[in-house]
């Protein structure tokens, strides 16, 4: 069955970087697209970053624009955000998410993604 499991998180200062990874198993992941997502604290879930299922485009939330970026490496069926300039707002639980169809645009809606992982806590904080 589909498995996402992420790891990274942690505790990071205001101004510093985190690199979180998504390892995917049960399915093709060359064929699908990915996304990141984080819910914050009493807040609901936000989209981050998605990226395509060859990594030929990516997007992002006006948030993290310029300070995020995600890649992926189909060899290793896992995907990654590179988290720089951490902010306190940055502070959230953060999943990776797939849809069940494949060869999908990353869409900023949540509920468009059909999988996803347990979850890394992030937290920034001096």
């Known amino acids: 069955q589909v498995q996402l499991v992420e790891s990274g998180g942690g505790l990071a200062q205001p101004g510093g970087s985190l690199r979180l990874s998504c390892a995917a198993s049960?399915?093709?992941?060359?064929?699908?697209?990915m996304s990141w997502a984080r819910q914050a604290p009493g807040k609901g879930l936000e989209w981050v970053s998605g990226?395509?299922?060859?990594?030929?485009?990516?997007f992002y939330a006006d948030s993290v624009k310029g300070r995020f970026t995600i890649s992926r490496d189909n060899a290793k069926n896992t995907v990654y955000l590179q988290m720089n300039s951490l902010r306190p707002e940055d502070t959230a639980l953060y999943y990776c998410?797939?849809?069940?169809?494949?060869?999908?645009?990353?869409?900023?809606?949540?509920?468009?993604?059909?999988?996803w992982g347990q979850g890394t806590q992030v937290t920034v904080s001096s």
């Open positions: 990226i395509y299922h060859d990594g030929s485009d990516t």
């Open positions: 998410a797939t849809p069940r169809t494949p060869f999908f645009r990353p869409t900023e809606a949540p509920f468009d993604y059909d999988y």
């Open positions: 049960g399915f093709t992941f060359s064929s699908y697209a």
